[in-house]
């Protein structure tokens, strides 16, 4: 008997796996780009998943050689032409040089293609909101923002409803390449709004000097929850620092992404007297999702499904392949105004 409830269990989760091999990814897609990002992250999620991409986009053919071992039938161009105007093309996905994202997606979105984009989709609000005038209701167009498909979220949307207040530290190394509120803070912004919605900056400070830059927010969200927001490059890409403090109604939760959530229960209260101080009970901590389960091998326990990489992008392939389960990341073009608002606010400071 426990033996046919374990074959069983084990031919439920073959069947799971197998389900991302399905006919339906292989349809012909693209990809522009082949960076550093692409190539450790996107691209490896992509061949697993068993994706077809009929043109591969580059800058020069430097990186063609090497990618041609794992794309074979791939077509290596260095125009948008030949992509947008091929009718056969299911998807693009866009990963390249962030200033480089406005045009070619302004590009696509008008000749009508499905996009995913790595963030960021653009630098700022006014070159969203020109995609969001270019774009229309049956334009799909998702924005990399792995963590809104972190596996811990469905999790923390119970936990989240008694929510009352959050601290949030969002330390990283210095980021002298690019742009860091479209293309690091934003990461920290959208998680907030992700979570708990639009928001508004209450009060705000910068403290910049030869390590980095530090911003301090103290924000508002529209359902009155008010945040605190600590975002540096002062720290250490060696050793980052994310993690978010939430004050519930009867628990504290720790968040530490992509690692564990956790949650320790408030000691209850007598005439609003902590019984704690007098009654020595343990402290109660749950452990609501965790990593730390490296010995047993398993496909989501895989960094890529643990930061969200193949989420998200499982998430694209659905949507253009018709296979969609109804779930949405609301990680589309309309669902950023609010951060990149926020991101020019900060930029005047």
């Known amino acids: 008997m426990l033996n046919a409830l374990i074959r069983r269990y084990n031919k439920y989760r073959r069947g799971k796996l197998l389900e991302v091999f399905s006919p339906g990814f292989n349809k012909p897609y693209a990809f522009i780009g082949a960076g550093i990002h692409s190539l450790s992250v996107l691209y490896p999620v992509l061949k697993h998943l068993n994706v077809s991409l009929k043109y591969i986009m580059t800058r020069s053919s430097e990186p063609d050689e090497a990618i041609r071992n794992f794309y074979p039938g791939a077509q290596f161009v260095h125009s948008i032409d030949h992509i947008i105007n091929d009718p056969e093309i299911a998807g693009v996905f866009v990963c390249t040089n962030g200033g480089e994202h406005f045009q070619l997606l302004n590009s696509l979105i008008k000749a009508r293609k499905p996009v995913f984009v790595e963030k960021p989709p653009c630098h700022f609000l006014s070159q969203l909101q020109e995609l969001q005038a270019a774009s229309n209701d049956l334009t799909i167009c998702k924005v990399g923002l792995q963590r809104r498909a972190w596996p811990a979220n469905p999790i923390l949307k119970k936990h989240l409803r008694q929510a009352t207040s959050y601290t949030y530290r969002f330390n990283m190394g210095s980021y002298p390449q690019g742009d860091v509120f479209s293309e690091l803070f934003i990461h920290a912004l959208d998680f907030c709004n992700f979570h708990f919605g639009s928001f508004k900056i209450l009060s705000a400070t910068k403290h910049p000097d030869d390590q980095g830059v530090t911003y301090q927010l103290h924000v508002q969200h529209n359902n009155n929850l008010s945040g605190l927001l600590d975002l540096s490059t002062k720290g250490s890409w060696n050793d980052p620092i994310e993690e978010m403090i939430v004050d519930c109604t009867n628990e504290q939760l720790e968040l530490r992404y992509p690692l564990s959530v956790t949650g320790t229960r408030k000691p209850t209260r007598i005439l609003n007297m902590p019984t704690e101080r007098v009654l020595q009970k343990p402290v109660v901590l749950n452990k609501y999702f965790t990593v730390s389960n ?54 005047k400071l």
Do not use: C, K, W
């Not at 990680?331 to 950023?336: A, E, F």
């Open 294 to 347: 490296l010995i047993v091998p398993a496909a989501d326990q895989n960094s890529f499904f643990v930061q969200g990489f193949y989420g998200e992008l499982l998430h694209f392939l659905q949507l253009t392949s018709g296979t969609n389960s109804g779930e949405h990341l609301r990680n589309d073009l309309p669902g950023l105004s609010n951060i990149y608002g926020i991101m020019e606010e900060m930029r």
